[in-house]
C-alpha cells in the first residue's frame, strides 16, 4: 500500500472509529488534529475535505461504508507496522472523549480481526487491552467513564466499572488528557 494509501486509511480508522458510536466529540476532533500536527500520519491529507467525504459516505450509506472500510483493512496487505499503526490510531479515537462505548469495543475487535493482529503482538505494544479484544467485555457499563471529572460527574454519568488498562505507547497521549483535565478542573 503506497504511503498516501496508508494515510488516508488512518484517517478512515480514526473517523469510522470516532463515528461507531452515533456521535462525533470535539475531543475526538481534538485528537485528530493533534495527531496531524504532532505526527506524519495524515501528512499531506487535507483533514477537512476527507472527513466531509467520510461523514457523506457514512450518511448515505453506513453499512456499505463500514463493509469497504473493513475490507481495506483485510485485503490491505498491511505489514505488522502498519497493522499496529491502525490499532493505535483506533485506540487514541477510542479513549478521547474518556468513554468506553460497547460499540467502540465492538469496532476494536472487528478492526483486530481484520487486520489479523495477533493478541501477543497487541499485548507487546499497549499492554494489557485483553479485556476490550477478547469476546467478552470485562467491562459491565455500555458507556463507562474513564477518570471522570467534576464536569463528567455534573453530566450524570456513571463512574468507571474496569480499570482502565495500562497502554506503553499511549502514554505521551494519556498524560496530555490528563494534563487538560487537571486544568480545566483548576478553571
Known sequence: MKKEEFRELLLDSAFFVMACDGEIHDDELKVIRELSKKTAYFEGLDLD????????????????ACQSYFARLREGGLDSAQQLLVVEVVLRLTYADLRLDDNEVLFLKTAVKALGVQHEELRQRFGSIEG???DKPEYKSSS???????????KGRASPSFEPPEFAALDKAMAVLRKRLDEKKGE
Do not use: M, Q, T
Open 49 to 64: 475535505a476527507r472527513i466531509a467525504a467520510l461523514n457523506e459516505e457514512l450518511e448515505s450509506n453506513s453499512r456499505s
Open 132 to 134: 476490550f479484544i477478547a
Open 144 to 154: 463507562a467513564v474513564i477518570e471522570p471529572g467534576p464536569e463528567i460527574k455534573d
